[in-house]
């Protein structure tokens, strides 16, 4: 396994840490439930604690129509055999005290619908625990050595070139979340993906006073409390294409004003650290688990802003294609034939939001 | 936060600004005459290079005139501001359009029989 | 019981004659004007303030400023309350309110504390190896850690203050009103250049203001200073900025600045104006904060830097001991023992680990009696709440141990000394890269794009000689390089003591050898020690973020300013690297911890968003409508009667529209106004039908398409002349319609003489429909012919409507004969009041948008956004007869082609008519064909939208099933989570399928 950093240094220590499956289509359904089955048993699995929380995901309704879309993905998610459930603004209050939930609000919460088995985990630890699990079963981990170039072969892939010399190999598997399109370059392809800031901050460490995951799309926001007491927060990505991991001012300032919308006495705390990843997205904003044109080579990519919850069972599928050179039932809509025949899965209701 | 100069209004902050993804796109002229693999091409590929990007804007809220742009995606530095139908001036610009896939993809070729 | 007072006879930037009464715990005290919280506490001998984060260890104040780990307090009461203050930036005012945190029962008496007994099994990372098992009992601990965890508490309710933003342009902004700062300044603004100089501190000076043993030209320092600072203030493009912490350097010189005001300037201000800054020339004189050496108990109350140390002295009149020891590695600390001499202060020794010392200041310590004990380091300290005595040996040649005998000095306060560490955040924020300079032992500024030059301390320059030479120069070329001429002014001159080199004693040896290194901390409030790295080491977590995530150290509140450099020393120790091998984290702003209601600003409450309103509005609310929000717009849901449920309401509203006279205020549509010879082309371009054949005074129903040939927009656009269109769009559309043509406009089709300006606020619209409307309209429209041959359906005529210019169009989205009136905006509302007024003997009934879409679902007619969802085709939706098969383009047709989308079984609008009668299936429920017993099922639908039809007398649905047309009669299943609701699977029209009515 090859890093060009630090394990665990790109998206996957940056992101806010929310997982929960709850999810439109059965395509995704299907995967991110796999992901969640897995979430379920991986501490344990990896001796690691990962601080796996099933605090719950709230998902807020600012409007008819978003009652609507809601009803509508609850109901495909219960048929899909995954729990969620509706609440009412009332309901909400209770769960969440510190909710401004009065119907003079701008955007009044008209209601929301929560994974009860959805949370967050400790993202450095995944990282962590896997990297240690991987080490254990005789897999070598190389740090601060990048992938920069393919040894291609008649359209088959051969090894990589990398800042430390090549190496050779019979089959390649890239997850190269942010870079994706720039080592595809590399084997001489393109991928559907655009690279832009995401970005993410925390507040000083306070006391409880948020226990669920709270999404809004309505607003642009989501917000959850770490166990260290930080208030952990994000929106959207930056409308721009950009590997700075910096992004614009005007997407902090409109993701704390919805904060500040939605909970009031978020005002007085102080943002902490602000800090910005990259995100490949695809059009349909769901991934890429795919077979290359080139042979042997391999992506799982264009995760956009939802890799973190997927990381089990991401993993675990494209292992599988890796392995067999064939996607399975999971895997197979992810890959890359949907953009040419035009079967999209388009998420852009879940992952409105950044998550 | 980027400092964009609007050909028009002079610079202003990006957050004014609508971006509008790739530069340089034609439209294919006959897009019937396309594959399927060769029309997923014009709608869905989009040049996402770590390094100059030809890209365009739109001053939305400000003169609401679309422009090109160079910009190098590893650093945010802006090169230049140019009209739509224009190339860049600059020869790393020039050098950016000229090596980009596309010139050679079959959409474009496409779209260049309606020109020539 | 009175307190021993910390006070000095003299000296100090406070004000004596104004006493300042404060709580602190709940206990009264009283401090000067001038005083910080933290100065104020010290003069009143309140050395323990804080507990530590993990082991509630007892804290005192470290540090002068904003760097700062421990003395964090909770500032004010009830819903003005604020966790996580620093005391040390606190401006004392009367009657501050001020308690300390993360302690239970009492500061004093901290159950707590137990931890620090405990630390042996709570390293670094213990969390990740423990609370396993049972599987699934992590959120029971989880519970417990949580309660432990944070700092402060958040208010109970809404801030009851407010904050402003502020934009601002500048030829050259300066961080930092230091000596460099300063400098910097001067040169700039004497040139003419707009300049903006920024400090966090409440008064200009940075550390000119706590210099008691630096003169310029021949003065004290705070004496020159106040000459330099009113030159600055006579400068009319110079503003200066106080309270102010420049907290982030994004790109293209674009700077976010927090001012505090309001507690200073009265509650009646803003609490903080948030600065945004766009400058040319960005000049750095952020300084540097000294960093404490990592020794054994080195934490304990009384402990403090020892530029603290001096601060407290020279602009405080405190001093935080009685007899205070130094302890260092530099000459610098040598100056706070003089300064503690000067004021009277006993002072048993200094501690400096380097064997040879010389130089002036060493020199002038002897001179004054000083004991110095050189080659000699701390190895262990005692007193619990505050410091009772430290114990001192001699080290060995390379550090790495001690020898000879163990000396225990009694002293109450210890001031350490570990070098200092240039402020270069926001050099690295902005993209700068760092490079290590081993002669300060610290990361300085490298290189960078953007246009930013760091000086003085920041930039690795410890004199204030240098200081103010690098500032002037910087500032004068900055001015030069925005345009501005340089005006020459000679240099002050400076006399200061000259320092010779520090050494770098990163990790001071523990007293007994072999033994672990547990209570040397390195990042005071995340409780990180020497251990704790030593342990991340051993366990792979090398690199430098790892050891930042796995230890915490730096991530804190002071985001690690004194603790950085420690750590990765420490580290660098461990692994037999250099530091610039271990490397360094990234910095991100904010520099300082930042009010995020500052970020807010304004956009919240009723101005987060616009609310967009039509002009018949106050008639809507005089008659008790609901409102639902569509888009940023607030609609008319429908008009409740006294008594009446909202079913009853729209039952009653769509009977009226069927059987005699609606009114619907249409006036949110988008319109956009079309014009140019090309714009019949450019239709024909975007929508799915032909347009090149619409006559005037014509209007046509249209499909807009994205490139991928899923359903966009819809709309009706009507021929006004020859070259001129009123287009139509979805309420919600109209935006992004807009947009979408203008792009195609300027980008693909520059040739198209065509021209786009949205109308959509500049008409009201009154959307009268029923078979009574035509009758209504003529009582009020007398110069236009309104038969059914004279103005056709799909058609528009201008005229006069109850004296007003109109345009009237006959289109319909209710089935019914219908007039689209459209007036002046400024004319909606007296339009809307003659409709009612002469439609009432009619049985005119307004309805609102839950009526109009009853009305439309039964008709069939789709909604944008309702029965689409961006992965829907004019074919899913039965529309074939909208999609030209003659046009050779148009956008989406060649996305129309694709193979996926031609699938027979896509889902397809149906109408689905529940068995029960009663039933009306919920919107977004979703369609199986086989009911299992419980989940998974598998899903060929869902429904779009569903209404009880009053015209009908029966629920009607629309859904989106897969293959739906072919499933015409059928049966199929809709289990929801309590009941399975059976419906036929119907054409999705259930009334008037023909259209004849709307024709009439």
Redesign the interface.
């Given at each position: 396994m090859l890093e060009k950093?630090?394990i665990?240094?790109g998206n996957t220590?940056r992101n806010t840490t929310i997982i929960r499956s709850n999810y439109l289509w059965?395509e995704s359904a299907a995967i991110y439930e796999h992901a969640m089955k897995l979430w379920e048993?991986l501490?344990?699995e990896l001796?690691?604690?990962l601080?796996?929380?099933?605090?719950g995901v709230l998902t807020l309704a600012?409007?008819?129509?978003e009652l609507?879309?809601?009803?509508?993905?609850?109901?495909?998610i219960?048929?899909?055999?995954?729990d969620s459930d509706v609440l009412t603004p009332d309901e909400i209050k209770r769960l969440v005290p510190?909710m401004?939930t009065s119907p003079n609000l701008?955007?009044p919460v008209m209601g929301g619908f929560i994974q009860r088995r959805g949370g967050t985990a400790?993202h450095?630890?995944v990282a962590?625990?896997y990297a240690r699990a991987a080490d254990a079963r005789g897999v070598d981990i190389i740090?601060n050595c990048a992938v920069t170039g393919f040894r291609i072969d008649q359209g088959t892939v051969r090894g990589v070139e990398t800042t430390r010399g090549p190496i050779r190999a019979s089959k390649v598997a890239c997850v190269v979340a942010g870079?994706a399109?720039?080592v595809a370059?590399m084997a001489g392809f393109?991928?559907?993906?655009?690279?832009r800031p995401l970005q993410a901050l925390v507040?000083?460490?306070?006391?409880?006073?948020l226990d669920v995951v709270i999404m809004s799309n309505a607003?642009h926001m989501y917000v959850s409390?770490s166990?260290?007491?930080e208030m952990v927060l994000g929106a959207g990505t930056d409308?721009?294409?950009?590997?700075?991991q910096?992004g614009?001012?005007?997407v902090?300032?409109?993701m704390?004003?919805?904060?500040?919308?939605l909970f009031?006495?978020?005002?007085?705390?102080?943002?902490?650290?602000?800090?910005g990843g990259i995100v490949d997205t695809c059009?349909d904003a769901s991934p890429i688990i795919s077979r290359t044109p080139v042979r042997n080579l391999y992506f799982n990519c264009g995760w956009g802003t939802g890799g973190f919850k997927a990381t089990p069972g991401s993993g675990h599928v494209f292992a599988d294609l890796v392995a067999r050179d064939e996607p399975n039932a999971i895997a197979a809509p992810f890959s890359l034939d949907?953009?040419?025949?035009?079967?999209?899965i388009?998420e852009?209701?879940a992952a409105g939001v950044a998550h | 936060m980027l400092l964009i100069n609007c050909p028009w209004c002079g610079p202003r902050d990006d957050a004014e600004f609508h971006y509008g993804g790739e530069a340089h796109i034609l439209r294919p002229a006959n897009p019937s005459a396309l594959s399927d693999e060769e029309f997923a091409e014009y709608l869905f590929l989009q040049q996402n290079p770590r390094g100059l990007h030809l890209e365009r804007w739109c001053h939305s809220d400000g003169c609401r005139r679309w422009f090109n742009m160079v910009r190098d995606t590893a650093t945010n530095r802006i090169l230049e501001v140019y009209p739509m139908g224009e190339l860049p001036s600059s020869q790393s610009g020039l050098a950016a359009w000229r090596n980009n896939w596309r010139r050679n993809s079959a959409a474009e070729r496409n779209a260049r029989n309606r020109v020539e | 019981m009175r307190r021993r007072s910390n006070r000095l006879e003299k000296g100090g930037r406070v004000d004596r004659t104004r006493p300042v009464r404060f709580r602190f715990d709940g206990r009264d005290f009283e401090g000067l004007s001038g005083d910080t919280l933290a100065s104020a506490l010290l003069a009143n001998d309140v050395s323990l303030v804080a507990r530590s984060f993990k082991y509630h260890r007892p804290r005192g104040i470290v540090a002068l400023g904003v760097e700062e780990p421990n003395a964090l307090v909770q500032c004010g009461i009830g819903n003005g309350t604020t966790p996580n203050q620093r005391a040390t930036r606190i401006e004392l005012t009367d009657g501050l309110i001020a308690a300390s945190q993360n302690r239970w029962p009492l500061l004093r008496a901290d159950i707590g504390a137990i931890n620090s007994l405990l630390s042996p099994l709570l390293p670094a990372g213990f969390y990740y190896k423990t609370f396993m098992w049972p599987p699934g009992w992590w959120l029971r601990y989880e519970h417990w850690i949580r309660r432990v965890a944070g700092l402060g508490r958040a208010p109970p309710g809404p801030d009851p203050d407010h904050y402003r933003q502020v934009h601002a342009h500048c030829d050259v902004l300066v961080v930092g009103a230091g000596p460099a700062g300063l400098a910097a300044a001067a040169a700039a603004g004497r040139s003419g250049a707009r300049v903006i100089l920024a400090d966090e501190q409440s008064e200009p000076g940075g550390s000119l203001l706590a210099e008691d043993d630096v003169e310029i030209d021949g003065r004290p320092a705070a004496d020159w200073l106040p000459t330099l600072i009113a030159d600055l203030q006579a400068m009319p493009e110079l503003t200066v900025l106080t309270r102010t912490a420049v907290n982030g350097l994004h790109d293209h010189g674009f700077l976010t600045m927090l001012q505090n005001r309001a507690a200073h300037e009265g509650t009646a201000r803003p609490r903080c104006t948030l600065w945004k800054v766009r400058a040319r020339h960005v000049v750095l004189a952020t300084g540097a904060h000294e960093r404490p050496l990592v020794f054994a108990d080195n934490d304990r109350p009384g402990i403090m830097l020892a530029s603290a140390v001096r601060g407290y002295i020279t602009r405080y009149g405190v001093t935080p001991g009685r007899r205070v020891a130094v302890f260092c590695s530099n000459d610098d600390a040598y100056r706070t023992a003089l300064v503690l001499v000067r004021h009277g202060v006993e002072v048993p020794a200094i501690i400096d680990v380097r064997a040879n010392t010389a130089g002036p200041l060493v020199d002038a310590a002897r001179a004054a009696g000083l004991t110095v004990h050189a080659g000699h380091a701390v190895v262990g300290t005692s007193g619990w709440h505050r410091l009772r005595s430290i114990t001192i040996r001699q080290l060995s040649g390379d550090g790495q141990t001690c020898t000879g005998r163990r000396r225990t000095i009694r002293c109450d306060a210890l001031a350490v000394s570990g070098g200092w560490t240039p402020a270069v955040h926001l050099f690295s924020q902005g993209g700068g890269s760092l490079a290590w300079d081993e002669a300060i032992g610290a990361f300085l500024p490298d290189a960078t794009l953007q246009q930013v030059t760091p000086v003085g301390g920041c930039a690795g320059t410890m004199s204030v000689a240098g200081c103010l030479a690098e500032g002037h120069a910087t500032g004068g070329a900055a001015a030069c390089a925005a345009g501005h001429e340089e005006i020459e002014a000679p240099l002050p001159r400076v006399l200061e003591h000259s320092q010779s080199l520090p050494d770098h004693l990163w990790t001071v040896p523990h007293g007994r050898p072999g033994r672990p290194l547990a209570t040397h901390f390195v990042d005071f409030q995340n409780d990180v020690t020497a251990a704790d790295v030593h342990l991340a080491a051993r366990e792979g977590y090398t690199s430098v973020e790892h050891l930042k995530r796995y230890t915490t150290t730096g991530m804190g509140t002071d985001q690690g300013k004194t603790s950085n450099v420690n750590a990765l020393a420490i580290m660098g120790e461990v692994l037999g690297s250099d530091i610039p091998g271990v490397g360094h984290t990234t910095f991100r702003p904010p520099y300082t911890p930042a009010a995020i209601g500052a970020y807010a600003g304004r956009t919240i409450g009723a101005l987060f968003d616009p609310v967009r309103i039509t002009a018949m509005d106050p008639w809507h609310r005089a008659h008790g409508a609901a409102f639902e929000h569509v888009g940023q717009w607030m609609r008319a849901w429908y008009y409740p009667r006294p008594g009446e449920s909202m079913r009853q309401a729209v039952d009653r509203e769509v009977t009226a529209a069927r059987e005699a006279v609606g009114l619907l205020d249409a006036s949110t549509l988008g319109k956009i106004d079309i014009q140019g010879a090309d714009a019949a082309e450019f239709l024909n371009r975007v929508y799915t039908n032909s347009w090149l054949r619409l006559q005037p005074g014509r209007a046509r129903y249209g499909l807009m398409l994205g490139e991928d040939g899923m359903v966009m927009d819809d709309g009706v656009t009507t021929r006004l002349a020859e070259n001129h269109f009123h287009m139509t769009t979805t309420t919600g559309g109209a935006g992004t319609v807009l947009d979408w043509l203008e792009e195609w406009l300027q980008t693909e089709w520059p040739d198209l003489d065509v021209r786009l300006t949205s109308v959509t606020e500049h008409w009201a619209v009154a959307a009268l429909c029923g078979p009574r409307s035509r009758e209504l309209l003529a009582r009020l429209c007398t110069d236009i012919d309104l038969s059914a041959e004279a103005f056709p359906f799909m058609s528009m005529r201008e005229g006069t409507v109850a004296g007003i210019p109109a345009r009237i169009f006959r289109i319909s989205f209710s089935g019914e004969i219908s007039f689209e009136i459209n007036v002046r905006r400024r004319h909606g509302l007296a339009l809307w009041e003659a409709l009612v007024a002469a439609g009432e003997p009619l049985g005119l009934c307004p309805y609102g948008t839950e009526a109009m879409h009853v009305l439309r679902a039964e008709k069939g007619f789709i909604i944008v956004g309702q029965e689409t969802d961006g992965t829907v085709t004019p074919f899913d939706l039965g529309m074939d007869w909208i999609v030209s098969k003659t046009k050779t383009d148009f956008i989406g047709k060649r996305g129309l082609d694709r193979r996926d989308l031609l699938a027979p079984d896509r889902k397809q609008l149906v109408g689905l008519l529940s068995e029960d009668p009663r039933d009306v299936i919920p919107e977004g429920a979703q369609v199986v064909e086989t009911v299992r017993s419980r989940p998974p099922m598998t899903m060929i639908g869902h429904v779009t939208s569903s209404y009880h039809s009053p015209t009908c007398g029966r629920p009607i649905a629309l859904a989106l099933v897969k293959g739906g047309r072919s499933m015409l009669g059928n049966t199929v299943s809709i289990p929801l989570a309590n009941r399975v609701v059976g419906a036929v699977v119907s054409e999705p029209r259930f009334f008037d399928p023909e259209g004849e009515r709307m024709h009439g």
């Open positions: 950093g630090w665990g240094g220590g059965d048993g501490s344990q001796n690691f604690n601080m796996f929380s099933q605090r600012h409007s008819e129509h609507r879309e809601m009803r509508r993905r609850v109901e495909a219960r048929l899909n055999g995954i510190i401004d701008r955007y400790r450095d630890a962590w625990g740090q870079h399109g720039v370059e393109r991928l559907p993906v655009t690279s507040s000083e460490p306070i006391k409880p006073i607003v409390q166990d260290k007491g409308s721009y294409n950009s590997y700075t910096r614009s001012m005007t902090i300032e409109g704390l004003a919805a904060a500040v919308e009031p006495c978020l005002s007085r705390l102080s943002m902490l650290r602000s800090w059009p949907r953009f040419v025949g035009g079967y999209l388009d852009h209701g | - | -």
